[in-house]
């Protein structure tokens, strides 16, 4: 059987339509359920489909050979039907998410498809590239492991792997949008509702305006042209932003980045320091961060993010004494940055597991438990990237994704009016909250969190995987306070009388990932 870029390059190259016609029947079901999902109107959502198949068609020469086609069409897809829609979703999501901060939505149903399908494309499209195309092969494709493994260039443990950390980032999505399920519930109601045949009628509809040229309506004509304007302005977009990946610009001067080798710091292997123009920005940074993250402070360190040409820069941290000040993390629109963090905490930016990923699934070498880095990423895409290659050039160090069997305990609510546990005031999930232990007293506090964070972060506690059973949505504050050396019982009854919250043993292992870090 021909696979998807052999009938693409047929059809490019010889006008084949009967090889075009085989591309629509493979993904046309997907690529209608995407656009139903957006505009909720069986016409509308084929007239998107159409168009998105013309679209294909004429873009059919120009497509790289190593390019994911489903990927591509779920991206096509979500982008006509924000072209076709885009006050009408604009409005739709300012009342889903007026119905999850109120409540109703719970009220209106216990369903995990129906909570989770408002927000799936959107959590779908904030995945990377070869997240995103995991879980399109997985479930809006139905292929195997072994199929999405050889899609993504790796072996079927490698796709397995790959789609479970993309389905760990899926939940981590809903969960700060006030839908709390489990990696396995998600699972499920996208194998079971992702994707509905398309009209058996649309083939043949699709396939003859498509590959043969035929009229289409002056919507859809619209539809295409509108489309077409926005995909070229995206590729733009991201062109510019690689180059400055490469190159620092201050006024008409350009600067490049180069990497000189110095001595070795302690415990880090491969240090190395930028040039004089890198250690200016560095400077900066240090001198913004010294003010403090709050009011004027993180102002100044956000004066420095957007006067400054986008940059991704990491090094063995420059601070005398981390921990004390200077140190902190600072997430804002122009971008991230962080002085004096931990290994672990690097590693999780880096590898874009997300804030929720608990600590302990991340595995570093002994040696390099206590050692500090600083980083900033101001790129809009590929910053991440760009660190993750400093980490292996800079340091020797590089991580994989591993999957291990973990206890699961369930969190349940047990005394609904515990004082330890309080609903946010705030309507955004996790805007501006956190989790912090103060050191030296026992207290554990958290600010305006998902519940399924919160599960996630007794997990780290207790060295299990905690799942969220409360049912309860929107954000939360607590303080849990423990004894010194707190054994997991006393934790377990610590927050269960400080935040009504039970944690009893569920039945089963759970799989779930741990990231480990490795010197080359």
């Known amino acids: 059987m021909m696979d998807d870029m052999e009938l693409l390059r047929e059809y490019a190259g010889g006008g084949s339509e009967e090889a075009f016609t085989t591309l629509v029947a493979r993904h046309i079901s997907m690529v209608h359920s995407v656009a139903l999902r957006h505009v909720r109107d069986p016409q509308q959502a084929e007239e998107i489909t159409q168009a998105v198949f013309v679209i294909l068609a004429r873009k059919a020469g120009a497509l790289p050979r190593r390019i994911i086609l489903a990927g591509w069409l779920f991206h096509t897809a979500r982008l006509t039907a924000a072209n076709f829609l885009r006050t009408e979703i604009r409005r739709a999501r ?40 995991a879980i399109v092969l997985r479930f809006l494709e139905g292929r195997d492991f072994k199929e999405v493994g050889a899609a993504l260039g790796a072996t079927e443990d490698g796709g397995r792997m790959r789609v479970n950390r993309a389905l760990e980032k899926l939940r981590v999505f809903l969960a700060r949008r006030g839908v709390a399920l489990s990696v396995a519930v998600i699972a499920g109601a996208l194998s079971a509702n992702a994707v509905q045949a398309a009209p058996p009628v649309l083939l043949g509809a699709v396939a003859g305006a498509a590959a043969k040229g035929a009229s289409v309506t002056t919507t859809t004509a619209t539809l295409i042209k509108g489309t077409l304007k926005l995909m070229a302005m995206t590729k733009l977009k991201i062109a510019a932003l690689t180059g400055v990946c490469i190159l620092l610009t201050a006024g008409t001067a350009t600067v490049a980045v180069k990497v000189m080798r110095t001595p070795r710091p302690p415990g880090v292997a491969g240090a190395t320091t930028p040039d004089p123009a890198a250690g200016a920005l560095w400077k900066l940074y240090s001198q913004a961060m010294a003010g403090g993250l709050r009011g004027p402070g993180a102002e100044a360190v956000i004066q420095v993010m957007t006067t400054h040409p986008p940059v991704a820069l990491i090094r063995a941290t420059g601070l005398q004494h981390p921990g004390g000040r200077g140190t902190g993390s600072l997430g804002a629109g122009p971008g991230n940055i962080s002085m004096g963090a931990t290994l672990k905490d690097v590693l999780r930016y880096a590898y874009e597991l997300g804030a929720g ?144 919250l039970e944690l009893t043993p569920g039945a089963d292992k759970q799989q779930v990932e741990f990231l480990v870090a490795e010197k080359l």
């Open 94 to 133: 300012r009342e889903q998410a007026a119905c999850r901060q109120s409540g109703m939505c719970k009220n209106q149903t216990n369903d995990p498809w129906g909570q989770m399908a408002p927000l799936l494309d959107e959590a779908i499209a904030s995945l990377n590239e070869t997240d995103r195309n």
């Open 357 to 500: 990923f608990p600590r302990d699934r991340i595995i570093v070498p002994a040696e390099l438990a206590a050692a500090r880095y600083d980083y900033v990423d101001t790129m809009r895409q590929g910053g991440r990237e760009v660190l993750r290659r400093g980490l292996k050039d800079q340091f020797g160090l590089v991580a994989r994704s591993e999957i291990r069997e973990m206890d699961t305990l369930l969190m349940t609510v047990k005394n609904p009016d515990a004082t330890g546990l309080a609903k946010h005031p705030d309507t955004e999930v996790g805007g501006g909250g956190g989790w912090s232990t103060q050191s030296g007293t026992g207290a554990v506090t958290g600010k305006n969190l998902p519940m399924a964070m919160v599960a996630n972060q007794l997990g780290e506690l207790l060295g299990a995987a905690v799942l969220d059973q409360t049912g309860l949505a929107g954000g939360f504050d607590f303080k849990l306070t423990l004894p010194r050396a707190a054994s997991p019982e006393d934790i377990k009854q610590a927050v269960l009388d400080q935040l009504g």
